[in-house]
């Protein structure tokens, strides 16, 4: 019986070893890729690419200052991030139609702010919170950080710009 389950164990060693050069001397099969160690993410901002039209972004303060990120795109797709302190928070999207963006494209014009100052501040006042603000006019997009000593005709704008891009029904983006 021994010798037996002997023979039984060589054969089969024979068995296995023939089919390992077999299987060598087969034409190469091609290696799978390496998992990638890194996660690439695609952001709603490179899955649609167009140009930015208006932005517009709080930045925070010592307090309780709401902070939120706002972009407009020339297609009309509008890409809201609520950061802190804001009745939305995380990312939400809308669409502009294009005459809504055609009237905030005018009010700016209206305003010169192509002309105005890139940036209204004073670095010695800690506590204030900025107002990024930008507008696509002639195809150059204008961006201005307000924050101290600015005009009257861009503090308005800035306020009703923050009321119409708030104002606007956001869908939370499920993606993110």
């Given at each position: 019986?021994?010798?037996?389950?002997?023979?039984?164990?060589?054969?089969?060693?024979?068995?296995?070893?023939?089919?390992?050069?077999?299987?060598?001397?087969?034409?190469?099969?091609?290696?799978?890729?390496?998992?990638?160690?890194?996660?690439?993410?695609?952001?709603?901002?490179?899955?649609?690419?167009?140009?930015?039209?208006?932005?517009?972004?709080?930045?925070?303060?010592?307090?309780?200052?709401?902070?939120?990120?706002?972009?407009?795109?020339?297609?009309?797709?509008?890409?809201?991030?609520?950061?802190?302190?804001?009745?939305?928070?995380?990312?939400?999207?809308t669409k502009f139609t294009k005459q809504e963006i055609d009237e905030i494209v005018k009010i700016a014009e209206a305003i010169s702010y192509d002309s105005l100052k890139d940036e209204y501040d004073d670095k010695n006042v800690m506590d204030l919170?900025?107002?990024?603000?930008?507008?696509?006019?002639?195809?150059?997009?204008?961006?201005?950080?307000?924050?101290?000593?600015?005009?009257?005709?861009?503090?308005?704008?800035?306020?009703?710009?923050?009321?119409?891009?708030?104002?606007?029904?956001?869908?939370?983006?499920?993606?993110?």
């Amino acid at each position: 019986m021994k010798n037996l389950l002997y023979a039984a164990a060589v054969l089969l060693t024979l068995a296995a070893c023939k089919d390992k050069k077999a299987i060598a001397e087969a034409e190469p099969v091609a290696k799978p890729a390496p998992a990638p160690t890194t996660v690439a993410m695609q952001t709603p901002e490179q899955a649609f690419k167009d140009s930015i039209v208006i932005e517009f972004e709080k930045s925070p303060c010592f307090g309780r200052c709401p902070v939120y990120k706002v972009k407009v795109y020339g297609s009309g797709f509008a890409l809201y991030e609520g950061i802190n302190f804001t009745e939305k928070m995380g990312m939400y999207t809308t669409k502009f139609t294009k005459q809504e963006i055609d009237e905030i494209v005018k009010i700016a014009e209206a305003i010169s702010y192509d002309s105005l100052k890139d940036e209204y501040d004073d670095k010695n006042v800690m506590d204030l919170p900025s107002t990024y603000s930008a507008v696509r006019i002639d195809g150059k997009l204008k961006r201005i950080k307000a924050r101290m000593d600015v005009p009257l005709a861009l503090k308005n704008f800035n306020e009703n710009l923050s009321v119409t891009l708030l104002e606007k029904k956001w869908v939370e983006y499920s993606e993110y």
